[in-house]
Every structure is written in structure tokens, then in C-alpha cells.
């Protein structure tokens, strides 16, 4: 398709990236709008608190990993930037738009490689609004009937963290909260059911949560967090089988999810990072994961509300 937008776009330059961003905003925020996904590469970025200016510089608002649901271990290394994930390099962490299993996530995320592995470490990258298109034709009932049900996400988080797991956050400091009461009441505030489990776990499911969304400039997007969840939840504590529903409580089928996982592998594009590289991402439009590596990796990341 000749109207095909390079995927992701990479804007080249150099010099300090927060001045670039600064100066050239509007032009930013329409190349993101065109393609999706933005690398920009060969700037000066040398350290976490260079990126943290250029996230300053390109001006909106945050989005705080204390606030989310986000299943994921982090660690804070500024105020608004954090370690992207601290799940072992062996593990992968498959195709998601960021805390789509929960009804609070960001708009935009930024990406900063501050050191590249030795190998593997890419982030894969996936346009959603081509998924869903190749998969209405493919499996048009399947999106019937997320469209129409939603989809429920069930997960079980321990009471202290885990960081040897991609989804090890505890469930104190997933709702923030102190104790089980705490828990229940924010639980319940959500919509979400819960059981208690032994050693202290929590096991939650979601309200019917939207599987596809409107995208501003037109289009519809797999926004949902069901490739993430059906191939990589397991860990001790969870089982991937029981991870996915529809939104009435039918289990969705392997059969359904393999359409959806060849479509989406077949239109990844894999971000090979190098040292310096910023990747800003529209989380509605895109979404992203973590190849295994093997050496020392640092990519940082910073959520946009
Ligand atoms: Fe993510």
C-alpha cells in the first residue's frame, strides 16, 4: 500500500532532543498521529535525566505508575521515569497496549534506551488499527462479540512483590493500599470480583472491559490487553487458560486468539534499540513488548495521561 506510513517513523537529528521537541511539538504530534509510533535517533540523550527533559519539554501531563493497575515491577529513577519492566531478560512480555487491562491507562508513552543489550532486547511494535482490520476479515465473529460483550481480564497477585515475574506486583502496592479491607474497598469501587487464595495471594477479575476503541482521527484499534494476557500471564501463580473471557464469562478459545496472535506477529515491526534512542508511542494506536535478551539492558519508560 503506497499510503502506508513508515513504521515507526524515525526522526533523525541531533544536539539536545528536549530543544528539538520543544521547537517542533506540532510537527511531532502529526508525524505521531500519521505513523503511530516515533524513533528519534542520533540526538543527545545521555543519561535518565536528559530524557526526563525532553519528556518536560514536550509538555502534557503524566501519568503516574503509583496511580495504574499496572501489573508490572518497577522502579522509579525520576519522578515521572521508570524502569520499563523488571521481569527476568529470558522472560518475553507479548504484544500490549499499556494497562489496557484496567480501565485507567495512559494515552502516550515514552521509551529511552540508556544502555542496548548484547543481544535480543528489541521492542516489538505492532499497529493495532491494522490488526483488527486483517482480523474482522479473518475471524469476524470473534470481533462481533468482543465489540459487543468486552472482555475480563483474572489475575493473581501476590501480597509482597515478585520482580522474578512480568506480572509480580503485589496487590498492596497494585491498589495502593494497606490491608485486605483496603483492598476490598477499592475492588469494589472498581467493579471487580475477588477471592482470597492461601499464602496471602489475591486473585481479582475485571468489570467487561472495551476490547476495541475509536481512535480520534477515525479507525478502530485492538485495544485490549488479550495476546499479553493469553500468552504470557503464566507464572506461579497464574494460569493462562483462566486469564481471558468474554465479557458474559465465556472463556475465549485458543482457536480464537491464534488469528489474532498470526495477524499481529505477521504486521511487528521489531524496534532494535541502540544507546540514545527515544521511541514515543500513541498507546491507543500501537502496541509494544519485550523481546528476551541476554547482557545488561536499561530502557526507561514515562507514561502521558
Ligand atoms: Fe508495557
Known sequence: MSDTPEFPAIITGGGDLGVFIGANKPAVDAALDHAGALLFRGFNVPDPLAFDAAIEAYGEVGFTYEDSLSNA????????????????????????????????????????????????????????????????????????????????????????????????????????????????????????SWEWLEDESLRVTTAALPAVRELAGGGTSFFNQLIAAFRGWADSRNDPNRTITFGGGEPITPEDMADAIRIADDLTHDLAWQAGDVALLDNFQVMHGRRPFAGKRRVLASLIA
Open 73 to 192: 515491577v518497577r522502579t522509579n529513577v525520576t519522578p515521572r521515569v521508570f524502569t520499563a519492566n523488571e521481569a527476568p531478560p529470558e522472560t518475553e512480555i507479548f504484544l500490549h497496549h499499556e494497562m489496557a487491562q484496567t480501565p485507567l491507562f495512559p494515552a502516550k508513552l515514552f521509551f529511552y534506551c540508556e544502555i542496548a543489550a548484547e543481544s535480543g532486547g528489541a521492542t516489538p511494535l505492532c499497529r493495532s488499527d491494522w490488526v483488527l482490520d486483517q482480523l474482522r476479515a479473518a475471524n469476524p465473529e470473534f470481533v462481533a462479540r468482543v465489540e459487543a460483550e468486552g472482555v475480563r481480564y483474572t489475575n493473581v497477585m501476590p501480597g509482597r512483590d515478585d520482580a522474578g515475574s512480568g506480572q509480580g506486583r503485589s496487590w498492596r502496592s497494585t491498589l495502593s493500599v494497606a490491608d485486605q479491607a483496603g483492598a476490598e474497598a477499592r475492588l469494589s469501587d472498581l467493579g471487580y
